[in-house]
């Protein structure tokens, strides 16, 4: 299983751009890279899912260099609300493969 | 409407007794999910299933037992013989097949307190 490295936490400002960086140095070809997002007492929800190069949704990016070693979550605009526990998450998704969470990055926005 | 639902949000129980956390899915997933949250920290997985009278240990199955009689029901059960067992669970499902299905649904968490 792809290990996965981010860090413990983040601070920023509403309004700012949030870019949150996960390794994972061992990810495997048919892995794929999503992130999640958890606020306090809930589960966590799905951000943003990529495999390589970038993509973009409604709420984030995702930025996935062409080694795939590392990916970056890039939050627009950051508000209040954007406070919460974020995780990156590295699987194939076939039988036997279990969805193991890191630690996360707590991201404090502050006004 | 589709979803995964846990019950009950709040459980309390008494040193020693076993209790079982409910969770169902509509959402015709095949792969379900127990997962332990502690204060401050991350998901750590305990159980896992991914086809309906079979599932696998995850990193912390110790003092839990599960069952998958039917592909919407992952029932856990907290034994007595988990030393720790007040936390936070959360069951997930998600698709199989590999790919693009790695995407998991939560469901809002059984906090449980053992006094």
């Known amino acids: 299983l792809a290990k996965t490295t981010q860090p413990i936490s983040m601070d920023s400002y509403e309004g700012q751009e949030v870019n949150i960086t996960c390794s994972h140095n061992n990810i495997a070809t048919n892995d794929y890279i999503t992130w999640y997002q958890q606020f306090p007492s809930q589960g966590p929800r799905f951000i943003i899912q990529g495999y390589k190069t970038k993509v973009t949704n409604e709420v984030a990016s995702l930025f996935i260099p062409a080694d795939r070693k590392s990916s970056t979550l890039s939050l627009p605009r950051v508000s209040l609300s954007d406070t919460a526990v974020y995780y990156c998450?590295?699987?194939?998704?076939?039988?036997?493969?279990?969805?193991?969470f890191g630690a996360g990055t707590i991201l404090r926005v502050k006004s | 409407d589709g979803g995964i639902t846990q019950s009950p949000k709040y459980l309390f129980r008494k040193e020693g007794q076993n209790v079982t956390l409910s969770c169902e899915q509509n959402l015709n997933h095949d792969a379900m999910y127990w997962y332990r949250q502690d204060p401050g920290q991350g998901l750590r997985l305990i159980y896992y299933?991914?086809?309906?009278?079979?599932?696998q240990k995850g990193d912390i199955a110790e003092g839990y037992s599960v069952s998958r009689e039917k592909k919407e029901s992952f029932p856990l059960t907290v034994t007595s013989a988990q030393k720790n067992p007040t936390a936070f669970y959360l069951c997930?499902?998600?698709?199989?097949?590999?790919?693009?299905?790695?995407?998991?649904?939560f469901g809002q968490g059984t906090r449980l307190t053992v006094v």
């Open positions: 998450l590295v699987a194939s998704g076939g039988y036997g493969n279990k969805l193991v």
């Open positions: 299933s991914q086809i309906v009278n079979d599932f």
């Open positions: 997930a499902s998600s698709p199989q097949g590999g790919g693009r299905n790695t995407e998991a649904f």
